[in-house]
């Protein structure tokens, strides 16, 4: 396989935050989808890297598909920045996350398009912003899966090219301690200690953690006080939440909610503000129809398997939709200079890919 188009968009930069280099690469990739007879619908952003929407035409009464990848990466510019390869490898930011992954979907797109001559009823929408989060998108991204039967999604495949069946949901929040401040030694009872409160709601909260069901609860920032002689006026804790269950993220936000309504030192406040940043990734019967109908058409089952870490999958597959991620190529190293990509990988992941996409396309356009 010749990587060289994946080199292009490689070599330039895309972190999130350099707005220029995303929409540069959306521009490459919508040269090469329009080439394929997409239309595209760009969602301008002022801050961050437009979204891209690229469409087909639509045949009612025909399950529709959606393909799922993000444009961003981690690596700000002059950091981690170029392609390279070996015998069995490439390396470079975003080889496996997630440009890689969306030079699998173009080139499946590229085998229906030259075998079956039209392409209907499979779009592909391109983020700009799912390594941080996806603040903006998944309200896009949201809204868009309501028209679609079934998502794939491009993140980078297990090690034994496992598709991902479920992610636990992610939630962020911020506490914030409101106090009283006091001179520590003449006027020590008439202070009310934010940073103590802050300590007795760290062991409150880390209490909530329940590994027996996918649930931690992690308190991984923490500031306040003034100096050594002044009862702490402030402090603030930034939380991070992850479940494997609704039920779990309900008993969470209600824990929350009461410990930061009742802190343990007199006097002080607590406002709670943040919330889930992506819902959790469950199993489902259409989801599991979906991996039987796969199997058919390639004549073996998918390995799967479940991941702490989230994706834009979580997202499509709250609203219901039949989602699976990991069609990228295996890679490792991703959010670390050392990222690289099994070149074997994107051979397998393309064939596979362009099979599922031909049986789909091939009951819309025939």
């Known amino acids: 396989m010749d990587f060289t188009e994946l080199a292009s968009i490689i070599n330039l ?138 998502c794939l999604v491009f993140e980078a495949a297990g090690k034994d090219h496992e598709v991902v069946i479920e992610r636990k949901g ?43 069901e996918g649930t931690t609860v992690n308190a991984g920032k923490i500031s306040g006080g003034i100096g050594a002689n ?12 992850r479940y494997t269950q609704s039920t779990e993220k309900e008993r969470l936000l209600a824990a929350l909610s009461e410990i930061c309504a009742h802190t343990a030192v007199e006097g002080v406040k607590a406002t709670l503000s943040g919330g889930i940043q992506r819902d959790v990734m469950q199993s489902s019967n259409q989801q599991l129809a979906l991996l039987v109908e796969l199997e058919q058409i390639l004549g073996y089952p998918l390995k799967t398997e479940k991941r702490g870490g989230v994706s834009d999958a979580n997202i499509v597959s709250a609203k219901g939709v039949a989602t699976l991620d990991g069609f990228g190529p295996f890679g490792d190293g991703d959010h670390t200079v050392n990222e690289r990509a099994n070149k074997a990988s994107f051979i397998r992941r393309i064939s596979e890919v362009s099979k599922i996409l031909l049986a789909f396309n091939d009951t819309v356009v025939r």
């Open 170 to 212: 992610v939630g962020t929040f911020n506490i914030l301690l409101e106090g009283k401040a006091a001179h520590a030694g003449n006027h020590y009872v008439d202070g009310c200690n934010a940073n103590l409160a802050a300590a007795h709601m760290i062991i409150a909260l880390t209490a909530l953690t329940d590994l027996s």
């Open 13 to 150: 930069n895309s972190y999130t935050k350099n707005k220029q280099g995303v929409d540069e690469n959306g521009k490459i990739f919508t040269h090469w989808m329009e080439k394929l007879g997409y239309t595209t619908e760009v969602f301008p952003r002022e801050h961050i890297g437009d979204h891209l929407l690229f469409t087909s035409p639509v045949v009612a009464a025909k399950k529709r598909v959606l393909l799922l990848g993000h444009l961003d990466t981690v690596f700000p510019p002059n950091t981690f920045t170029d392609f390279s390869q070996d015998d069995e490898w490439i390396y470079g930011p975003g080889v496996c996350d997630m440009k890689g992954g969306n030079v699998v979907a173009l080139e499946a797109l590229r085998q229906v398009k030259s075998q079956q001559g039209a392409i209907a009823n499979i779009d592909m929408l391109l983020v700009s912003d799912e390594e941080s989060g996806s603040d903006d998108s998944k309200h896009l991204s949201s809204k868009l899966a309501e028209n679609y039967d079934v």
């Open 230 to 241: 002044t009862i702490s006026p402030k402090a603030e804790i930034i939380v991070e939440t």
